[in-house]
């Protein structure tokens, strides 16, 4: 059995231009995401996708410093840019992350490959509901669906999200979910505006010296004890870029209409 990750970053984010490279503690966001998930031991390979433009060069060069495989593919066609890192580096299973989730926790990403395994599964994730903090969020599925994925998907949202098409046919996929005992969705741990980049360089200055891969309950612990963190970026809607996409899916669908 094989499992890689492939992780998408690019620095042309809308709402935080180059946000995957913004340093913390001295070392670029994307660098601190991807040590953490070499934590892990079940994983092959883990593969940054991103796109063709110019302006991700940057991203590439980390990669090479760093020694971590890079793919280079379509900037807004995310399915097309998956699949096709899917055939440069193939595996039975693929565990999708995203660059914006620097605190993306290690424990997490392996219980969530536990429940899909266990269950024989074609699609898995812990956020379809979510119960844990935005920024934790692991999605797993065959490369056989990913296949199927890209061959089928056609609205905006599954072609720039890579799984919508996948959530939304359960005739077709065996979707799994992952709940955590206690509901921690309302906290938010992404880094997509300037607040939440602030937020996150605060944990990781309180949490890293002493513990490098820092995991979800000392974050939690150090916000109990520091409540006012929770405050910095409570004012922004969960998976608002996901929301935006589906606006667009029905405004085109309405339009083909009149």
Not at 122 to 140: K, Q
Not at 163 to 181: A, K
Not at 186 to 215: A, M, S
Request: aromatic share 8%.
């Amino acid at each position: 059995m094989s499992i890689n990750i492939i992780l998408q970053a690019r620095m042309s984010s809308t709402r935080l231009p180059g946000k995957v490279l913004k340093p913390i503690l001295g070392k670029p966001m994307l660098a601190h995401q991807l040590l953490r998930l070499q934590q892990l031991t079940r994983v092959n390979n883990i593969i940054v996708a991103t796109s063709d433009e110019v302006s991700d060069d940057e991203i590439e060069q980390l990669c090479h410093n760093l020694e971590f495989p890079c793919y280079r593919g379509n900037l807004h066609n995310v399915l097309d840019r998956y699949y096709q890192t899917s055939q440069h580096y193939p595996s039975e299973h693929i565990i999708r992350i995203t660059g914006d989730c620097p605190l993306i926790d290690v424990d997490i990403i392996n219980s969530v490959i536990d429940l899909h395994l266990s269950t024989d599964a074609d699609y898995s994730s812990n956020c379809a509901p979510a119960t844990l903090p935005d920024g934790l969020d692991v999605e797993i599925f065959t490369a056989k669906v990913l296949f199927k994925t890209w061959q089928q998907a056609k609205k905006l949202s599954e072609l720039e999200h890579v799984t919508p098409f996948m959530r939304s046919h359960p005739e077709l996929f065996n979707c799994q979910n992952y709940h955590y005992h206690t509901d921690y969705s309302h906290l938010r741990w992404t880094v997509d505006e300037p607040e939440d980049f602030q937020l996150v360089k605060q944990i990781f200055g309180h949490l890293y010296p002493d513990k490098p891969y820092f995991n979800f309950a000392d974050i939690l612990e150090l916000m109990t004890k520091k409540p006012a963190l929770m405050k910095i970026n409570r004012n922004f809607e969960r998976n608002e870029g996901l929301l935006k996409s589906q606006r667009a899916d029905s405004n085109t669908i309405n339009s083909s209409k009149e």
